[in-house]
């Protein structure tokens, strides 16, 4: 099987500077990421997980070091330019859902849809195609975030993520705000839209949802020290995975 | 000590709102001061002036000819009457000199500056060192300021085709005839220069001047009004234009109209922006209990009362409000000045401004009670809060019942409906906004209707004053016949019209009012009767609402007029406006006129040319008609150079208000706005997260302002559109004026309207502008 990089970071620094104390979140960071991965990243609080995807994604500069993505260098681009390479190349999905509390769930998608594509009439298609997808009925896209439960508003959240195809669909701790039962019907429309060959990189401490990965990346004191491979995830090879995964995060000291 | 914490520690964290409330109140302070200042001085101003410079309080001015001893007599035997004194003086009826920008035509009286006198000695502000040289002048200070002339310029004058070339040799101020709206002006020349004048003007300039200096000023008027009624036959005789009578009650009142008004738009406007910070602080006050309402919770829960954490809000904003009066009433002082130079412009004399504590302590109390008050009631829902309801960051007041502008089917641009969409969010902070703009839009059209109506179409601004805008006014001679003169005058090449209008004075059921006399008031360009008409025939006359109040009398009513013996009852047809003479006039027709001055045929003929050139046609009279005309007058000229003094000032007045326009509008999107991108950080992050570009933020919110802004221009162009006039007649009321109808030139009206939207435009993406410094992971986490 060929694989085809989907991005790769070469000596990528980030540093906090706080009361003139420096600290360094990511050190040196040489990372690969593969087209369709469904690529995890894993690590004690405080290890630059979110700094590092924050950086991947465009959303915050780095110190010092390279991004290279879809034939772009992130680290070159000025704010509004990495805005659009954003809105065309990436999702967000956060822990925090982050929908607009003024819009309808439906507007909050096409919000982010009609930044790319001029053709209301089709992304609103897609949109509400992408919702019943999710499982969130017609009743839910009129209604405010505020009245959906986090499971749904969080389904909402991915959608608004993959309204413009992107690349690759970056998630801070998506589940982290949720109940089991969301938890799951949330992480089952990550693997579901990973099965399609979406991109996925998360950012997670919860080892149920690092198990949907197929790539598990350890990060300590902002460096990567540990790079474990998976097969993609099936339901009924869950026992093995665990052990696996239970396995490497206990070499690295989680 | 528990509320200076609270108080200091809410200041400190909102520096730039404060900075800007601040800011809003030192300007209305400001304005409050020089405002109030100059309304209670103005008074007391022309009479200490009067006294300061010696001035006389009744002046009368004749030809040398038509003197009589018994004038003097008359004043010297009032007993209202402290001192007199008379002196020669070369009388012109017509000097043409250049004042400003424009020829004017007016009345001069040159004075010998060696000859001893006790009323009204030369008082010069700026001479020239060295003595005096024959071809010298000594000028009102008038030139200087509003005719822009200076020391050792020359200054060229024509009298009857002959030119008098002099050289400026000092400014002096008086209260008498130092300005061109006087109708006559007042020289001073060096012996030598007053003899030379005296020898090439011949006989017929010879004057002489009585001057009256009276034990109580306000008796000026009674007592010279008693001199017309003692003497009634000199001012009849309307073709002798060589006789000019002032009191120091009627300079004042001309003198000190235009400053009053002025002065009054200041306080207007400073009302404004009083209203506009009260309304900000309300927003304000609203704002940080909405945004600290966890706080509250918190120290509601540590055990401070509702009026400890009012108190803390009251005393934040009081406290800034009492510091910016402060500095605001300081900072008036260093504005006086400039409004003493808009004084001096129009009144030739120089105000001081001097220290006045009590009209500080007044500002200073009016806004900060306002404020205290305004913060108070804005507050007073933290009483009704419950701890816990507060730290659970209180009750929710929006539903979320309608998603308006739905973006898959409403029609605009994704910006546009956004910005929509972020509008409707802040109903009543964008209401706040419109009627703030509106406000100030109001005013600042208010200030260019002003000003266009004094400087570029002036037509209802002379009408105001009582003149009509004919372009030329030809006198026939005394014996010639004016209606048959008239006639001819009709034929010529380029004129429109012509209608005979003199001006007279005549008594009145007992009191003497100035009257017009005219063979038809309807080719009149000014209609001054807004109630009723002119009289039409014989047995008819209009008066003033002035007058008509004063005698007791309305339209349908009898009135007696008086003219030296004889008299005559007419019917009151209508009623008039007019500014001035204190705003006491009458007119009656030609044979009416006829009734109480039998033979009365009419002299000034007044006509409107059809684009022909002044100076040209007037040339062609006096060739054509040679001696059946007497004196011609260029009205465009002497119009231009009576309205002249008020230009500048009105102009001032102008860019002050627009000014002050530009700084609110800016000041108020500046607080606005970022308090808005404060409270939607979160959401501008997402937004940017999302893929939005500084740009398209920055674009979103200054649309989500523009209709505000329109809506608020509007209403407030509306506004200053239809009532404008009526804000004007309520000013003028005092004076005289019922009714005003200055042109409200649309174009100019739309144009500010664009401006200011653009203006607000352009702020409000200039202020969102600090939303590129935040990257939008920072916008998300912060």
């Known amino acids: 099987m060929t694989t085809t990089e989907l991005l790769r970071t070469e000596k990528l620094c980030k540093t906090f500077s706080s009361g003139g104390i420096q600290q360094h979140a990511l050190k040196n960071l040489d990372i690969s990421l593969v087209q369709g991965d469904f690529t995890v990243i894993m690590g004690s609080s405080g290890s630059g997980k979110s700094t590092l995807l924050y950086a991947l994604s465009g959303m915050d500069k780095p110190t010092l070091g390279e991004i290279h993505f879809g034939g772009q260098e992130l680290s070159k681009l000025n704010n509004d330019q990495l805005a659009v390479f954003r809105r065309k190349n990436c999702g967000f999905v956060f822990q925090q859902i982050?929908?607009?509390?003024?819009?309808?769930?439906?507007?909050?998608?096409?919000?982010?849809?009609?930044?790319?594509?001029?053709?209301?009439?089709?992304?609103?298609?897609?949109?509400?195609?992408?919702?019943?997808?999710?499982?969130?009925?017609?009743?839910?896209?009129?209604?405010?975030?505020?009245?959906?439960?986090?499971?749904?508003?969080?389904?909402?959240?991915?959608?608004?993520?993959?309204?413009?195809?992107?690349?690759?669909?970056?998630?801070?701790?998506?589940?982290?705000?949720?109940?089991?039962?969301?938890?799951?019907?949330?992480?089952?429309?990550?693997?579901?839209?990973n099965r399609n060959g979406q991109s996925i990189v998360m950012v997670t401490h919860d080892l149920k949802t690092a198990l949907r990965g197929n790539r598990v990346l350890y990060l300590r004191d902002g460096v990567i020290c540990g790079d474990l491979r998976l097969d993609p995830y099936r339901p009924e090879h869950q026992h093995a995975r665990h052990e696996k995964l239970t396995a490497f995060l206990a070499e690295m000291g989680w | 000590?528990?509320?200076?914490?609270?108080?200091?520690?809410?200041?400190?964290?909102?520096?730039?709102?404060?900075?800007?409330?601040?800011?809003?109140?030192?300007?209305?302070?400001?304005?409050?001061?020089?405002?109030?200042?100059?309304?209670?001085?103005?008074?007391?101003?022309?009479?200490?002036?009067?006294?300061?410079?010696?001035?006389?309080h009744i002046v009368i001015m004749t030809k040398q000819s038509n003197y009589k001893p018994d004038y003097r007599a008359y004043f010297d035997n009032r007993s209202e009457v402290k001192a007199t004194e008379e002196e020669a003086i070369i009388l012109m009826n017509s000097v043409k000199f250049r004042y400003g920008d424009n020829d004017v035509s007016l009345g001069a009286a040159f004075l010998n500056a060696d000859a001893d006198r006790t009323f009204g000695p030369i008082r010069t502000v700026e001479e020239l060192e060295g003595p005096a040289q024959a071809g010298d002048i000594f000028v009102p200070l008038g030139f200087q300021s509003s005719a822009g002339y200076k020391l050792g310029d020359s200054f060229e004058m024509t009298y009857q085709g002959q030119t008098f070339s002099y050289r400026i040799k000092g400014f002096y101020e008086t209260t008498m005839m130092g300005t061109p709206n006087m109708g006559i002006m007042k020289y001073f020349l060096p012996d030598a220069s007053y003899r030379q004048l005296m020898e090439s003007a011949g006989d017929s300039a010879a004057g002489m001047l009585i001057s009256a200096g009276l034990h109580d000023?306000?008796?000026?008027?009674?007592?010279?009004?008693?001199?017309?009624?003692?003497?009634?036959?000199?001012?009849?005789?309307?073709?002798?234009?060589?006789?000019?009578?002032?009191?120091?009650?009627?300079?004042k009142s001309v003198g000190s109209i235009t400053i009053n008004v002025v002065a009054m738009i200041l306080v207007a406007f400073a009302a404004v922006i009083v209203l506009v910070s009260l309304m900000v602080i309300q927003f304000r006050v609203t704002n940080s209990i909405d945004d600290g309402i966890v706080n509250i919770g918190v120290l509601k829960a540590l055990g401070y009362t509702s009026r400890q954490i009012i108190a803390s809000t009251a005393l934040q904003f009081t406290l800034i409000s009492a510091v910016a009066a402060i500095v605001g009433a300081a900072l008036s002082y260093g504005v006086l000045?400039?409004?003493?130079?808009?004084?001096?412009?129009?009144?030739?004399?120089?105000?001081?401004?001097?220290?006045?504590?009590?009209?500080?302590?007044?500002?200073?109390?009016?806004?900060?009670?306002?404020?205290?008050?305004?913060?108070?009631?804005?507050?007073?829902?933290?009483?009704?809060?419950?701890?816990?309801?507060?730290?659970?960051?209180?009750?929710?007041?929006?539903?979320?019942?309608?998603?308006?502008?739905?973006?898959?089917?409403?029609?605009?641009?994704?910006q546009l409906l956004l910005a929509c969409k972020a509008m409707i969010m802040n109903k009543k902070q964008n209401m706040m906004v419109a009627v703030i703009i509106a406000a100030i839009t109001f005013a600042s059209i208010f200030s260019v209707v002003l000003y266009y109506n004094v400087a570029s179409d002036k037509t209802a601004f002379v009408h105001l004053v009582g003149a009509e805008t004919s372009n030329v006014i030809v006198?026939?001679?005394?014996?010639?016949?004016?209606?048959?003169?008239?006639?001819?005058?009709?034929?010529?090449?380029?004129?429109?019209?012509?209608?005979?209008?003199?001006?007279?004075?005549?008594?009145?059921?007992?009191?003497?009012?100035?009257?017009?006399?005219?063979?038809?008031?309807?080719?009149?360009?000014?209609?001054?009767?807004?109630?009723?008409?002119?009289?039409?025939?014989?047995?008819?006359?209009?008066?003033?609402?002035?007058?008509?109040?004063?005698?007791?009398?309305?339209?349908?009513?009898?009135?007696?007029?008086?003219?030296?013996?004889?008299?005559?009852?007419?019917?009151?047809?209508?009623?008039?406006?007019?500014?001035?003479?204190?705003?006491?006039?009458?007119?009656?027709?030609?044979?009416?006129?006829?009734?109480?001055?039998?033979?009365?045929?009419?002299?000034?003929?007044?006509?409107?040319?059809?684009?022909?050139?002044?100076?040209?046609?007037?040339?062609?009279?006096?060739?054509?008609?040679?001696?059946?005309?007497?004196?011609?007058?260029?009205?465009?000229?002497?119009?231009?150079?009576?309205?002249?003094?008020?230009?500048?000032?009105?102009?001032?007045?102008?860019?002050i208000v627009l000014l002050i326009t530009i700084l609110v509008v800016t000041l108020i999107l500046y607080l606005v706005i970022k308090k808005m991108i404060v409270k939607r950080k979160k959401e501008l992050g997402i937004l940017k997260a999302t893929g939005?570009?500084?740009?398209?933020?920055?674009?979103?919110?200054?649309?989500?302002?523009?209709?505000?802004?329109?809506?608020?221009?509007?209403?407030?162009?509306?506004?200053?559109?239809?009532?404008?006039?009526?804000?004007?007649?309520?000013?003028?009321?005092?004076?005289?004026?019922?009714?005003?109808?200055?042109?409200?030139?649309?174009?100019?009206?739309?144009?500010?309207?664009?401006?200011?939207?653009?203006?607000?435009?352009?702020?409000?993406?200039?202020?969102?502008?600090g939303i590129r410094r935040i990257s939008a992971y920072g916008l998300i986490t912060e």
Not at chain 1, 138 to 164: C, D, M, T, Y
């Open chain 2, 475 to 655: 006198n026939a001679a005394p014996d010639a016949d004016s209606g048959k003169l008239m006639a001819d005058i009709n034929k010529l090449e380029g004129v429109r019209k012509s209608v005979i209008l003199d001006m007279t004075s005549m008594k009145l059921d007992g009191e003497t009012v100035f009257t017009s006399i005219s063979d038809d008031f309807a080719k009149l360009e000014n209609q001054s009767v807004y109630e009723g008409r002119y009289p039409k025939y014989d047995n008819e006359i209009a008066v003033t609402w002035v007058v008509a109040d004063m005698l007791g009398k309305e339209v349908g009513d009898t009135i007696v007029a008086e003219a030296g013996d004889a008299s005559y009852t007419y019917l009151i047809t209508g009623l008039s406006q007019s500014i001035s003479n204190l705003g006491q006039a009458a007119y009656i027709t030609i044979p009416g006129a006829q009734h109480i001055m039998p033979g009365y045929k009419g002299t000034s003929i007044n006509v409107y040319l059809d684009g022909a050139d002044n100076a040209g046609f007037m040339e062609q009279i006096k060739k054509r008609f040679g001696s059946q005309v007497g004196e011609v007058v260029d009205m465009d000229e002497m119009i231009d150079g009576q309205t002249s003094i008020y230009i500048s000032a009105v102009f001032a007045v102008m860019v």
């Open chain 2, 692 to 769: 939005y570009t500084t740009f398209q933020l920055m674009r979103q919110i200054a649309l989500s302002f523009v209709p505000v802004v329109i809506a608020g221009v509007l209403a407030g162009g509306v506004l200053g559109s239809l009532f404008t006039n009526s804000v004007l007649t309520l000013l003028l009321s005092g004076a005289g004026i019922h009714k005003v109808a200055f042109i409200v030139h649309l174009p100019l009206i739309a144009l500010i309207c664009v401006g200011l939207i653009g203006l607000s435009y352009g702020v409000s993406m200039l202020v969102s502008w």
């Open chain 1, 98 to 193: 982050h929908l607009l509390d003024s819009m309808s769930i439906l507007d909050n998608v096409l919000a982010s849809g009609l930044l790319v594509s001029k053709d209301r009439k089709a992304i609103a298609a897609k949109a509400k195609q992408l919702l019943a997808q999710v499982g969130l009925t017609e009743a839910a896209w009129g209604k405010f975030p505020s009245q959906l439960s986090g499971g749904e508003a969080q389904r909402a959240g991915i959608v608004r993520a993959l309204i413009n195809s992107p690349d690759v669909v970056f998630a801070d701790e998506p589940t982290g705000a949720l109940n089991s039962a969301a938890s799951d019907s949330v992480l089952n429309v990550f693997t579901d839209v």
């Open chain 2, 337 to 414: 000045p400039v409004f003493g130079g808009i004084v001096t412009t129009l009144s030739g004399l120089i105000w001081q401004t001097k220290f006045d504590a009590g009209m500080n302590g007044a500002s200073l109390l009016v806004v900060t009670l306002a404020v205290l008050a305004v913060t108070l009631i804005a507050s007073a829902r933290i009483r009704s809060l419950q701890p816990v309801t507060a730290l659970r960051g209180g009750i929710r007041t929006h539903s979320f019942l309608r998603n308006r502008f739905p973006l898959d089917r409403a029609t605009g641009g994704l």
């Open chain 2, 217 to 251: 000023t306000n008796q000026s008027s009674e007592v010279r009004q008693a001199f017309d009624k003692q003497f009634p036959d000199k001012s009849m005789d309307v073709n002798n234009p060589l006789f000019w009578q002032g009191d120091s009650e009627l300079v």
């Open chain 2, 1 to 56: 000590m528990k509320i200076w914490h609270l108080t200091s520690a809410n200041i400190r964290s909102g520096k730039s709102a404060a900075f800007s409330l601040f800011i809003l109140i030192v300007i209305a302070a400001l304005l409050l001061n020089v405002g109030l200042t100059v309304l209670t001085k103005m008074g007391a101003f022309f009479d200490e002036k009067s006294e300061q410079l010696d001035e006389p």
